[in-house]
């Protein structure tokens, strides 16, 4: 019996995505391995992280890199970083932010569930419209940073470019979350080339990674911010001895060994190959519901921030009339045997196939059938 049985918790085909909510993941055999190497040795942690991030930054030949326990970690140590970058003596007192540059500056467009993390360490968020006057109008002197969300393509919202020439001409930070951008493989770079002063990726998404880890990628003084704010450094102040804010965000070796196999890995791997299996699988799904009389069917790739990113993955489209009908033909999958996970937007039903293991197209396809006949 395995211990999954053991709990009694049941696999799930995952027709979704790397949600986090399904656990985002799962681990090649290289990756299994970089984890049982580090569980079996102690390690000096600090050491540890400044030479796995310096690993990290020249294989992606940017200035500097450091691992987080994911991207929400990384946006959260970022913004800080900004925020004690002009009085790094005031690192310890966060999230209390007085005497500090604390704004933060983010587009109405690009408001989303995700953003309330840069206040948790005690910034605030000044939200801008779309144009380029009032984002130029908005950098006045509290301002420590600005975010910029990568759920392209977006309208009513600045280009990165712009935001960073804005940004930089008064010496503002930018800090961009692309957590869940990858693929494609070029994104790895696309933002910091851009100019950006900070990136963040979730690592346990489509770099195959576990789920609770995140890199932040960028600039050298931003990173090594980071990491002096982040779980593994202690100050005596007073003569007494404080943590900073970023303790809560601990990183295991096991993380971190996790991350540097599960990124080589990534890197060495074939696009290509990884986007014709996941066209194949669509278009399986999709032909077989046309084959077996199934109305409506279709394949996409979706735009905007409602479908689960990256919209570089085709999906297949269901049109089921009514949120009402979608919601049911949702728990109906999830209700068999084995749970099926796909989600909706509106009265549409989405397949996702970026995380479908080679086989379960064709139980989706099989279920996702019935359940249609059935209606």
Excluded at 46 to 57: D, I, S, T
Excluded at 117 to 126: P, Q
Excluded at 213 to 231: A, F, K, N, Q, Y
Aim: proline residues 5%; glycine residues 10%.
């Amino acid at each position: 019996m395995g211990l999954a049985e053991e709990l009694g918790v049941r696999p799930v085909i995952n027709a979704a995505g790397t949600l986090t909510v399904l656990g985002g993941s799962v681990l090649g055999p290289e990756i299994l391995e970089a984890v049982r190497e580090a569980s079996q040795i102690y390690v000096d942690m600090a050491e540890l992280h400044v030479k796995a991030g310096r690993y990290v930054a020249s294989l992606l030949g940017v200035e500097d890199a450091y691992i987080t326990c994911g991207a929400g970690a990384g946006l959260a140590l970022a913004v800080a970083a900004c925020m004690v970058r002009d009085r790094p003596e005031a690192r310890w007192r966060l999230p209390r932010a007085e005497g500090l540059r604390s704004t933060v500056v983010v587009q109405s467009g690009q408001r989303n569930f995700y953003d309330y993390i840069i206040e948790t360490v005690g910034a605030r968020i000044r939200e801008v419209g779309g144009s380029e006057r009032e984002f130029a109008e908005a950098l006045d002197g509290t301002v420590c940073a600005t975010v910029y969300f990568a759920f392209d393509p977006m309208e009513g919202v600045l280009p990165l470019a712009k935001v960073v020439e804005l940004a930089h001409s008064r010496g503002v930070p930018v800090i961009v979350d692309a957590a869940a951008e990858l693929p494609p493989r070029s994104n790895l770079r696309a933002f910091y080339d851009a100019g950006a002063d900070a990136v963040l990726f979730s690592a346990g998404k489509d770099l195959g990674a576990p789920n609770d880890t995140g890199i932040i990628l960028g600039r050298r003084w931003i990173v090594e911010l980071c990491r002096t704010l982040g779980p593994h450094s202690y100050e005596q102040v007073g003569g007494a001895t404080r943590i900073n804010i970023g303790r809560t965000m601990k990183t295991s070796k096991e993380d971190i060994f996790a991350v540097v196999a599960a990124l080589k890995s990534y890197l060495a791997s074939s696009e290509e190959e990884r986007l014709e299996s996941w066209r194949q699988k669509a278009e399986y799904i999709a032909s077989e519901l046309k084959r077996r009389g199934i109305e409506g069917a279709g394949i996409i790739y979706p735009s905007g921030f409602r479908h689960p990113r990256p919209p570089y993955i085709p999906r297949v489209e269901i049109e089921l009339g009514t949120e009402r009908e979608a919601e049911a033909l949702l728990g109906e999958l999830r209700a068999g045997d084995p749970p099926i996970y796909a989600y909706r937007v509106g009265s549409r039903v989405y397949v996702n196939p970026q995380c479908l293991r080679s086989g379960e197209e064709v139980v989706v396809a099989e279920r996702l059938a019935a359940a249609l006949r059935g209606r």
